[in-house]
T-cell receptor
Framework: GENVEQHPSTLSVQEGDSAVIKCTYS??????FPWYKQELGKRPQLIID?????GEKKDQRIAVTLNKTAKHFSLHITETQPEDSAVYFC????????????FGTGTRLKVLA | GAGVSQSPSNKVTEKGKDVELRCDPI?????LYWYRQSLGQGLEFLIY????????KSGLPSDRFSAERTGGSVSTLTIQRTQQEDSAVYLC????????????FGSGTRLTVV
């Protein structure tokens, strides 16, 4: 069935260092891969997404890479700041607009000041 | 509306009772989704509505769970004969077709079954 694995489950980094979170998906029909950030007690919010026709996308300190052949994608956060501390979820879907997302189990990122 | 609204924000119910959770999506969004997030866990897909199509119910964990969407807008998730393992945050999201549109989540309903 459809499944998304996410690693690591927890990640601690020093402020200013980089953080990398990796996900692997099983559904070969997936072509849209969003990342959500969830701060404690708040709703998940979209931070970046990538479609299968590109291999990399960057938005300031955040970048996402996609390897469709290997069915894995990663989130890279550079120059981490304390406000980056949150739970990050990856997801895979067959469409960007109107289709269900299968989420990974989440990564709790702690940025140590 | 400006965002996805869910009510109630918190619900405490006794084991065995039925509960109804409501979601009011962003106006014009054709798709609506329900997810469940248990404490410290990921987002578990429950059900998805798209326009007038038959809903995708493949994530509903048991026949105690049902959902409907009236008039292509407001949705209600109903849990019958609640059990303690139903305790979780129930998140609703909506989305629209087109490039660049991800989900917008509501703030969720925290359900506690005692």
């Amino acid at each position: 069935g459809e499944n998304v694995e996410q690693h690591p489950s927890t990640l601690s980094v020093q402020e200013g260092d980089s953080a990398v979170i990796k996900c692997t998906y099983s559904d070969s029909a997936s072509n849209y891969f969003p990342w959500y950030k969830q701060e404690l007690g708040k709703r998940p919010q979209l931070i970046i997404d990538i479609r299968s026709n590109v291999g990399e996308k960057k938005d300031q300190r955040i970048a996402v890479t996609l390897n469709k052949t290997a069915k894995h994608f990663s989130l890279h956060i550079t120059e981490t700041q304390p406000e980056d501390s949150a739970v990050y979820f990856c997801a895979a879907s067959r469409a960007s607009g109107t289709y269900k997302y299968i989420f990974g189990t989440g990564t709790r990122l702690k940025v140590l000041a | 509306g400006a965002g996805v609204s869910q009510s109630p924000s918190n619900k405490v119910t006794e084991k065995g009772k039925d509960v109804e959770l409501r979601c009011d999506p962003i106006s014009g969004h054709t798709a609506l989704y329900w997810y469940r997030q248990s404490l410290g866990q990921g987002l578990e897909f429950l059900i998805y509505f798209q326009g007038n199509s038959a809903p995708d119910k493949s994530g509903l964990p048991s026949d105690r769970f049902s959902a409907e969407r009236t008039g292509g807008s407001v949705s209600t998730l109903t849990i019958q004969r609640t059990q303690q393992e139903d305790s979780a945050v129930y998140l609703c999201a909506s989305s629209s077709r087109g490039e660049g549109y991800g989900y917008t989540f509501g703030s969720g309903t925290r359900l506690t079954v005692v």
